[in-house]
């Protein structure tokens, strides 16, 4: 049974930053490919951001692209997402997700992040 657990969502401003945390508990992390997705109100889920399983690997949404940073610590069997330059347009509940090469499986319960305008 995987359970990812995630943190460090909040309220800021536009341009501030945030950091989003996963923990997993997985046995083999290092062999998962983890994601994130999010979930602004309204619409319908977005990917986000992808790292393979060695972390050689990643993949953003334009949307997102120059602006986050996904990384993991396959020691911490953690995922991160720096967020920088937040935009009001960022504003979702931001899910964490562990998987195949092909699909993601396993999913987070989310973080909201909140970005004033």
């Known amino acids: 049974q995987v359970q990812l657990i995630e943190s460090g969502g909040g309220l800021v401003q536009a341009g501030d930053s945030l950091r989003l945390t996963c923990t997993a508990s997985v046995r083999t992390f290092n062999s998962v490919k983890m994601g994130w997705f999010r979930r602004a109100p309204g619409k319908g889920r977005e990917f986000v951001a992808s790292i393979r399983r060695n972390a050689g690997s990643t993949h953003y949404a334009d949307s997102v692209k120059g602006r986050f940073t996904i990384s993991r610590d396959n020691a911490k069997n953690t995922l991160y997402l720096q967020m920088n330059s937040l935009k009001f347009e960022d504003t979702a509940v931001y899910f964490c997700?562990?998987?195949?090469?092909?699909?993601?499986?396993?999913w987070g319960l989310g973080t909201q992040v909140t970005v004033s305008s």
């Open positions: 997700a562990a998987g195949t090469e092909t699909v993601f499986d396993h």
